[in-house]
């Protein structure tokens, strides 16, 4: 849905900056549009229940009324009063959704104005400041992800982006993560139970490894007893997808102190860090965020369309490839090559093409530089030192290259 409005909204795809719009600036309307459906049902549901709960009480007054018993009038001014209170608490309920209601639409709109300055007839005129923009947006966003809250919303605020990036969503999260790094449940428990709907639909399992978590807690501080009562009021619901699961935790009763690996895991303190990590996939996935941050995923995009096998040849390396540099290639390591129908030479003197203005040249030693590289050097130096052996050689030593 979001990616039709944006290709209705910005018909003049042609250009390239609109072009990444469309791919990579998905999440950026798809979050609060999300916030507003949830907002708008959050809403809705407390409006159906409390006009529920006042259409009762008038029909069962009413009924009193009528019955061989009536209200007596102060009872009955009584009842009205107290309904008349709960509708006005109703409303300052709603005054406050409809304000929370106004604040994503204003921020759905601030980033559609935001995304269109990038698809204009006169884009090209602000595309040097909209891609800074975006700069600043992406490293917000992988700061936010990498726990730099502080540091992220003073990036967001000296660049005047707030209502572009999801510092709230990472606010409300960091709350959350931050309990469990402390071994405590109860914020992920209340996150669990407010969000169990959309997690059921997801199959997630993370309110059933909190709930394995308590028990071995339990039983971690003695508490046997209260552990078996944990286990008999929360785990018959997670028993059809997670019987295993449940069956090596009870078997913690009998062996406090396991020796086999299977059991040790459950107690073991890593499981602290593998429920944030789960947490923040659920939380991803709830909130229409990408498992990455853009940063990582366009960094990886870009090494990926320049990443040959020469990167990873100590002889073959270009200065002026990105890759080729020592800390992007240990990045790149894993990420699979680019594909090149059309071999291109490269000299590794200057970075520059070897073609018919730049012929390559072979050294007696086998190495091969671009004759212009070469020419350079010699009038530098006065004489051609291969950069790869330290051998010196003349230019009437070299000979020309031909590739068939």
């Known amino acids: 849905l979001v990616v039709f409005c944006v290709c209705t909204l910005f018909p003049a795809m042609a250009s390239s900056l609109a072009a990444e719009v469309a791919v990579l600036e998905h999440p950026l309307l798809k979050v ?47 009842e009205l009063y107290e309904l008349i209170a709960t509708l006005k608490a109703l409303q300052t309920q709603l005054k406050e ?45 992988h700061l936010l992800r990498e726990g730099f809250y502080e540091t992220a ?124 990590q789960q947490f923040r996939r659920n939380n991803f996935v709830l909130n229409s965020l990408t498992t990455q941050s853009l940063l990582s995923i366009t960094l990886q995009a870009g090494l990926s369309a320049m990443k040959t096998k020469q990167c990873y040849s100590a002889t073959s390396k270009n200065k002026n490839c990105p890759v080729c540099s020592e800390h992007l290639n240990q990045l790149a390591e894993h990420l699979p090559n680019a594909h090149y129908i059309n071999s291109t030479l490269v000299c590794r003197l200057t970075g520059g093409l070897m073609n018919e203005d730049n012929p390559p040249m072979s050294l007696p030693n086998g190495q091969v530089y671009g004759l212009n590289g070469l020419m350079q050097m010699v009038a530098e130096l006065g004489h051609i030192q291969c950069p790869t052996t330290g051998s010196k050689f003349s230019m009437s030593e070299i000979k020309k290259v031909f590739v068939m």
């Open 32 to 78: 609060p549009y999300e916030q507003l459906v949830k907002t708008f049902k959050a809403g809705q549901r407390l409006l159906e229940a409390e006009l529920k709960t006042v259409t009762e009480r008038i029909h069962t007054t009413a009924k009193q009324r009528s019955s061989a018993s009536p209200l007596t009038r102060a009872a009955a001014r009584h």
């Open 153 to 276: 919303c003073q990036l967001a605020d000296e660049s005047h982006i707030r209502s572009l990036v999801n510092v709230d969503i990472f606010a409300a999260s960091r709350i959350v993560e931050e309990a469990l790094n402390r071994q405590d449940l109860g914020p992920a428990l209340a996150w669990c139970e407010e969000h169990s709907a959309r997690l059921k639909k997801l199959k997630s399992t993370f309110e059933f490894k909190l709930r394995l978590q308590q028990f071995v807690e339990l039983l971690r501080q003695g508490a046997t007893l209260e552990a078996v009562a944990h286990a008999n009021q929360y785990f018959p619901p997670f028993s059809d997808r997670h019987l295993a699961d449940i069956q090596a935790a009870m078997c913690l009763l009998i062996f406090p102190n396991p020796k086999c690996e299977r059991y040790q895991r459950l107690l073991g303190p890593e499981r602290w860090a593998d429920l944030v």
């Open 97 to 141: 959704h409809f304000e929370t209601e106004r604040q994503v639409l204003d921020c759905c709109s601030e980033r559609v104005q935001h995304l269109k300055l990038a698809t204009e007839p006169s884009a090209s005129e602000h595309e040097s400041e909209w891609r800074l923009q975006r700069i600043d947006r992406i490293l917000v966003d």
